[in-house]
Each structure stands twice: as C-alpha cells, then as structure tokens.
C-alpha cells in the first residue's frame, strides 16, 4: 500500500494508514472505533510509557467525545491481540515486543512478531507456487 506524504502530516492520517494496511479498517469503511482504539494504545504506551488496562482504556476514550461501548473496546482489543500487535500480561495492554530490544520499541517488536512470521510464511507460500507450477508443466 502506498504511502503518501500527506499522510505523514498527522497523527490520525498515521494511525488510519496504519490500519488500513495491516487490514483492520477497510478503504470506504466509516466506522472509525479501531481507529480511536488505536490512538489511545499508542497515547498509553508512547505518551504516557504505560500499558493501560482495558478500564483505563474505557475510562480514556470515554473522557473525550467517543462513547464506546464496552463490548466493543474489548472486541476490538481481541482481534489486535488476535493478529498478534498487541499482548496482554497480568491484565496490562502493550503492543508486542522483541525479547532482544527495548520493551518501548515499536517497530522492532512488530518486525519481531509480525515480520518474521511473515517472511516464512510468504517463503513456504512461494515453495508451494513453485510446485504447482512445476506440477501444471508436467
């Protein structure tokens, strides 16, 4: 997915770019909750250098115009656990980290969790291409 400069200019632009392209928010979709969600993981973990609870989360996003309904903060923090961006460990939120860098490092933690496994994944999909190809010229 492409990524224009004129994402880079705020903050919702990023974190909609950012759902977008990891497919938890689709092109035309209007609704914005994983967005909001989203932002107040990254306002705990960036801003504040917390891992919130699912209550603080509730208690934050309700503190500012969104009123989201509880069932579907926890919906929504399930299927980021789900796709495996975001842990839980003693009912603490954060988003996933790599054993071997800072635990504040986003970025190493996705290309840990999500990266990696992805790589393989694409190596084991193109194997499989490779055979259907060869099976298909025989």
């Known amino acids: 997915m492409d990524l224009p400069p004129s994402v880079l200019d705020t903050k919702r632009s990023l974190v909609r770019w950012f759902a977008l392209s990891f497919g938890l928010l689709s092109e035309h979709e209007s609704r914005s909750t994983i967005l909001d969600v989203l932002d107040a993981l990254f306002h705990f973990q960036l801003s504040r250098k917390a891992s919130p609870t699912t209550n603080e989360l509730l208690a934050h996003l309700r503190a500012g115009e969104k009123k989201i309904d509880e069932k579907l903060l926890r919906y929504h923090l ?60 025989k």
């Open 78 to 137: 399930k299927r980021l656990i789900d796709v495996g961006l975001l842990e839980r460990k003693k009912g603490k939120l954060s988003f996933v980290t790599d054993p071997r860098a800072e635990r504040s490092d986003l970025v190493a933690g996705f290309r840990h969790n999500i990266g990696e496994p992805l790589k393989d994944s694409v190596q084991r999909i193109s194997l499989a291409l490779e055979k259907v190809v060869e099976k298909y010229r």
